[in-house]
């Protein structure tokens, strides 16, 4: 009779075990992770497109509608002449007639709204620029307002491509004597990032933006309530971002306005609200040292920051400084078209207030968490408002009054 046939033991020693049982959790972790970074691309990835409503034709500004091209995209823009006598410009948004074009070339600042904005929603920057002398061009970025859907993620190197396109296109222009970048939020990561490889952009203001996208996704972890250890939560805002870029083949640097801030050499001026929730304050920090630590020669381009307090991520532009100083650095920087003193005390008397009807929270988070945070900034928007509005109204008066001296030696 055949003696049966013996089984190979399958049996481990106990540290073998533990090493296989360690490497078979790790990949089902790695699986878990990449499964959350997908789907969080395609909840983050797809902007929500609102429409454009308005146009500066509602304020009595002269404007082209134009189409310009970035990459494969074509991006719909207004293009707003500067008028032809800046000492006009005093009360600039409350003409009820079009405005006299320039004739003689003027500095040109490109404006990049933030995300699941729109130029609609950029007005309040136009027309204080205006009113300083600028010509203005405003875009919608791709995926967004009046352009197209994207079929595949957009972040913050399209930001970037779309505003060093604007930037190509106003430099084309015969009128246009030199070229700046405004940009908010996602828009302002996305000016640092094509000032880093355009050649064209002469200056850069960054309102509310984030230093990196890997801090910028592991904040809205916190910002979705998800409760994720640090430990986790950073090595998973990392891949998640690395997910996010890989469709279009996108590096971490690339999306990084820290890291393109240190290979930036032109002037920079970063702006943010100290009670932002949305993109931290401290992001201005790391920015801004980026920056500083490749302008290590003493006549190197300067880096201004000025953190507002009372303000959050949006509508900086209310504050009469916000305005001043962004304006009169464009105008130092850019060379002209006023002197930055001018410059500034005519943005500063451009009263300027957010949309009408603004729109909160982020695609990223759920429903009901967006809707919470919603509530909240509504609550405190309501509850500053009162205090800002007469600031405003103060600072008005005296910028109004600073402008008309200056306009009439």
Known sequence: ???????????????????????????????????????YRRRAGSPHRSPVEGSPADFGLEFESV????GDAWLAAWF????????????????????????EPRPAVAIVHGWESNRGRSMA????LHAAGF????????????????????SVPEFAADAAAAARWLAARPEVSAVGLLGHSMGGAGV????????????????????????????????????????IATPLAWLT???????????LDEASASANAARYHGPLLLMHGEDDRGVPAAHLGLIAEAAWSTRTDPGAARVETLILSGFGHRWLYEAAEARQRAASFLAEALGGPVSPEKAGDLAAACFVQRPENPVYGFGATSTSVRAAAAARDRARDQAGGEARSQAHDATRGEARAEADAASHP
């Open 1 to 39: 009779m055949p003696s049966p046939t013996v089984m190979p033991s399958l049996s481990l020693p106990r540290p073998k075990r533990l090493a296989l049982a360690g490497s078979i959790f790790g990949l089902l972790s790695l699986g878990l992770a990449y499964r959350f970074a997908l789907q």
């Open 67 to 70: 189409e310009i091209r970035s």
């Open 80 to 103: 707003v002449p500067a008028e032809a006598d800046s000492n006009t410009n005093s009360n600039a948004g409350r003409r009820s007639g079009p405005t006299r074009a320039s004739a």
């Open 125 to 128: 920057h136009i027309r204080y």
């Open 135 to 154: 010509h203005c061009l405003v875009i919608d970025a791709r995926g967004h307002g009046d352009n197209r859907p994207e079929d595949l993620p957009v």
């Open 192 to 231: 640092i990032v094509a000032a880093a490889t355009e050649p064209t952009v002469r200056a850069v203001v960054a309102l509310s933006a984030p230093a990196d996208l890997v801090r910028m996704i592991r904040h809205t972890f916190e910002m979705a309530e998800m409760h994720i250890p640090g430990p």
């Open 241 to 251: 971002a690395r997910v996010m870029l890989a469709p279009r083949g996108q590096s």
